[in-house]
C-alpha cells in the first residue's frame, strides 16, 4: 500500500440553515406566488406576496454531492458528467486524448504565464499520465478510463453578471490508479474544476443585440427574465426526490452548458470559462520519490519532506481554451502574483479602489495577475522544524481593514486559506472546499462552504462566512425577484457579487 502525507477530516454535513425562504409551488404548471422577507434591507423591507414558499434545498439545487448523482452512470466511462466526455466537448471532439496529454503536459515543463516562471511538477507523469495509459492497454489515453471521479456539480447562478446566468460546474477529484482498491485512507488531494459560462444565446437561443448593455432598462428586464427562469428550473430540482428522475432532470440542465458545442461563440464551441486545479499532491508525490515517506523516527528525512512541501506548496492553476482550440495556462482571477504581497502597490491598489473593493466591483490590472497561486502553508511543521507561515495578503499602509478582507479572499489563495478559517498547518484536504471521495463515500464540504466564525487573521474581528448560506439567500431572491421585478432594483439583481470567482 502507497504511503501518502495528508490529514483526514472528519465528515463535514452540508447543513440547511434555516434562512428566509422564498419559493413557489409547482402544480399543473402554474406559479403561485412566493411569501417572505426577501432582500428586505436592499429592496427597502417591502417584502413579498403572501402565498406558500418552498424553501431552497442546497444540496439539490446548488451544491449536489449525493451519491446517487455522482456514481450514476452518467458520471461513468462515457457519460454525459464523466471526465472524457467533458474533455471531448473541450477539444471540440478533434483528438481529444491528445488535447488532454498536452493539458497535463503543462506540469510537465516549466511555463510562463504573464511574465512568470511557473515550476514544472512532474510527478504528474508517475501519478495520472502513466497509469492511465497502463489501465488503457498502451500509448494511448482511453478516455473512458479517466483517472477522475466527479464530486459534485453546482449551480453558480450567483455568478451572474450582466449579459450571463453564472456558471454551472462540475468537480473532480483524481484518483490513484496504482491503488486499485483504495486501500490507502487517504485520497489524492487533487481536484479539477469545469467551470462553464450559462450565456444568453444558450437559454432558449434568444438573441438580441447588445444584450450587455447595463444602461438598456427594456434589456435588463429580457436579460433578469432569462436568469429568473434558469433559477427555476434548478429550483424545481428541490422538489424531487434524488433518484432517475431527479438525474433525467439535471441532466436537462447541465446538457444546456456541458455538453460539446454548447456555445458557437467560444473555442471548439466549448462553454468553458476556465478550468481550475487546486493539488498538493504532486508536490506530496515528488517528496516520497525523493525522501520516502515522511518518518518522525528520521528527523533529518523528516525535516527534508516538509522543507519540500514548504518550498513547493499548494497550488492553484488556471486553463482557458485557446484561439489555437488547446488548453493553455492563464492568470487566476482576481489574484495578485505572490511577490506583491507586502508591497507599497498592493497598498496602493486596496487604498485606491476601496469603494470597489467593498462592494466586491474591483477588477485586478492583468500586469498584477498572477500566473499561479502557490499558497504558502503547506510546509509549516513545528516538529521538524519548518517554520512556514500562512499567507495573509496586508500591506503597511492600507488604510481600510475591511477592505483588506474582501479583497483577500476574493483571491483564489485567500478563499481557499486563512481568510476563509483555516488555521493550522494545510498539508491534508482543508485546503479543499470539496473535499477528495473514495468510489462509495460522498465528498465532505469546507467550513467556509457550509458556515463558521472566523477571525480576522490581522485585527481579529469575527466575522460569520457560510457561502452556502449566501447562495441560498440569492436563489431566494432570484426567486422572489421573479414575482415581484418593481422591488428590487435590477442592476443589484443583475450583478449581486460581480467580483466573486470561486
Not at 290 to 308: M, R, S, Y
Not at 342 to 362: F, M, P, T, V, W
Not at 363 to 386: H, Q
Not at 469 to 492: E, K, W
Request: charged share 20%; net charge positive.
Amino acid at each position: 500500500m502507497r504511503s501518502r502525507i495528508g490529514s483526514v477530516v472528519s465528515a463535514v454535513v452540508l447543513a440547511t440553515t434555516a434562512l428566509s425562504l422564498v419559493g413557489c409551488n409547482l402544480k399543473a404548471g402554474n406559479l403561485i406566488a412566493p411569501s417572505g422577507a426577501g432582500r428586505e434591507a436592499q429592496a427597502g423591507g417591502k417584502g413579498f406576496a403572501p402565498g406558500e414558499p418552498t424553501p431552497v434545498s442546497p444540496e439539490k439545487e446548488l451544491i449536489i454531492t449525493d451519491l446517487s448523482v455522482v456514481n450514476d452512470k452518467r458520471a461513468k466511462g462515457m457519460g454525459p458528467w464523466s471526465f472524457g466526455t467533458l474533455m471531448e466537448g473541450l477539444s471540440g471532439g478533434k483528438n481529444t486524448e491528445q488535447f488532454v496529454l498536452n493539458w497535463l503536459n503543462e506540469w510537465n515543463k516549466d511555463v510562463v504565464v504573464n511574465g512568470q516562471k511557473i515550476p514544472a511538477r512532474k510527478a504528474i507523469q508517475s501519478l495520472i499520465i502513466d497509469p492511465w495509459k497502463q489501465a488503457s492497454g498502451g500509448k494511448r489515453l482511453d478516455m473512458s478510463k479517466a483517472p477522475f471521479r466527479l464530486l459534485a456539480i453546482t449551480n453558480r447562478v450567483d455568478l451572474r453578471k450582466v449579459g450571463n446566468a453564472g456558471e454551472g460546474r462540475l468537480v473532480f477529484g483524481v484518483v490513484d490508479l496504482r491503488d486499485p482498491n483504495e486501500q490507502s485512507p487517504l485520497r489524492p488531494l487533487f481536484t479539477v474544476i469545469f467551470e462553464y459560462g450559462v450565456d444568453f444565446n444558450m437559454l432558449g437561443g434568444m438573441k438580441y443585440d447588445r444584450m450587455d448593455d447595463p444602461n438598456n432598462k427594456q434589456l435588463a428586464k429580457i436579460r433578469m427574465g432569462l436568469v429568473t427562469d434558469w433559477a427555476m428550473r434548478w429550483h424545481k430540482l428541490g422538489t424531487m426526490p434524488f433518484g432517475p428522475q431527479y438525474n433525467a432532470e439535471l441532466q436537462k440542465l447541465t446538457d444546456v452548458f456541458a455538453r460539446g458545442g454548447a456555445n458557437r461563440n467560444k473555442p471548439n464551441g466549448s462553454a468553458l470559462n476556465q478550468l481550475r486545479t487546486n493539488e498538493i499532491e504532486l508536490s506530496t508525490q515528488e517528496a516520497i520519490a525523493k525522501f520516502g515517506p515522511p518518518n518522525p523516527a528520521d528527523p533529518v528525512n523528516f525535516a527534508k519532506f516538509f522543507q519540500h512541501l514548504k518550498d513547493n506548496p499548494w497550488e492553484m492553476r488556471e486553463f482557458h481554451v485557446s484561439r489555437s482550440g488547446q488548453l493553455a495556462s492563464a492568470t487566476m482571477a482576481l489574484t495578485p502574483s505572490l511577490a506583491m504581497n507586502g508591497s507599497s502597490k498592493l497598498a496602493d491598489y486596496i487604498n485606491r479602489n476601496e469603494r470597489d473593493i467593498l462592494q466586491e466591483e474591483h477588477v485586478l490590472p492583468v500586469s498584477m495577475l498572477a500566473g499561479s497561486a502557490p499558497v504558502p502553508g503547506a510546509g509549516n511543521f513545528p516538529p521538524a522544524g519548518i517554520n512556514d507561515p500562512f499567507l495573509v495578503w496586508n500591506a503597511p499602509g492600507i488604510r481600510n481593514p475591511e477592505a483588506r478582507f474582501k479583497f483577500a479572499l476574493n483571491t483564489c489563495s485567500g478563499c481557499h486559506m486563512i481568510e476563509a478559517g483555516l488555521n493550522k498547518s494545510v498539508i491534508g484536504e482543508d485546503f479543499l472546499q470539496i473535499r477528495p471521495r473514495k468510489a462509495n463515500e460522498p465528498s465532505t464540504l469546507s467550513p467556509f462552504l457550509t458556515g463558521q466564525d472566523v477571525p480576522d487573521p490581522v485585527t481579529g474581528q469575527v466575522r460569520r462566512l457560510d457561502d452556502i448560506g449566501r447562495r441560498v439567500n440569492d436563489m431566494n431572491q432570484l426567486i422572489g425577484y421573479s414575482y415581484n421585478r418593481d422591488l428590487v432594483p435590477t442592476r443589484q439583481m443583475e450583478m449581486p457579487f460581480p467580483s466573486r470567482v470561486h
